[in-house]
């Protein structure tokens, strides 16, 4: 079984400006690609699970952000770093009014979309990594089984009660992969 370094995209792979649809404004995280690639050295593939609510609000379509996905891919193939898959819920629970507004069990906190890559890619979830900048991301890496998690200081609210690493920068989650 694979290990697997789980990342979030807005906040950690991006700047999260908000409803990230558009290359121009797509900003990497300081230090993302550094942590990428020590993980990928450290035998760990990589993987972004991402809540995208921009999708079942209408302020972007799938097609959109499959389109940004490649370019984002592309740019990490370029630092010499391989994402395996990028697994991404497009619903919201009440906001919207297309298809995607409904209640699901892949939207973060729930885990099932590190359950799918868990099955898709033979993942060891108990030897993964996650990293996360809100409380919803280290709640479904503890559904799914994920024991080491880093909870990136944001602006969002922590949750004390939630067993994670905490570090100011992406670039500290080195020091918890190995």
């Known amino acids: 079984m694979k290990r697997a370094l789980f990342l979030d995209r807005d906040g950690i792979i991006n700047v999260d400006f908000g409803y990230v649809h558009q290359i121009k404004d ?3 995280v300081d230090g993302i ?3 990428c ?3 990928q050295d450290m035998g760990f593939e990589i993987f972004v699970i991402t809540n995208q609510a921009g999708i079942a609000r209408g302020y972007y379509s799938v097609e959109d ?3 940004l996905t490649q370019w984002m891919k592309s740019e990490f193939a370029k630092e010499d770093i391989k994402i395996a898959d990028v697994y991404f819920c ?3 629970p009440e906001k919207g009014d297309n298809e995607y507004v409904l209640t699901c069990k892949c939207r973060k906190p729930e885990p099932g979309m590190l ?3 868990q099955k898709e890619h033979g993942v060891d979830l108990t030897h993964s990594a996650f990293i996360g900048d809100k409380v919803s991301d280290m709640k479904a890496a503890e559904a799914a089984g994920i024991h080491n998690k880093v909870l990136v200081a944001s602006q969002y609210q922590d949750d004390l009660h939630i067993h994670a690493h905490r ?3 992406v670039k500290e989650a080195i020091a918890f992969l190995s």
């Open 26 to 28: 797509f900003e990497f």
């Open 33 to 35: 690609f550094d942590v």
């Open 37 to 39: 690639r020590y993980a």
């Open 65 to 67: 952000f499959l389109s």
């Open 90 to 92: 497009p619903h919201h």
């Open 115 to 117: 359950l799918k890559a």
């Open 167 to 169: 570090v100011k920068a």
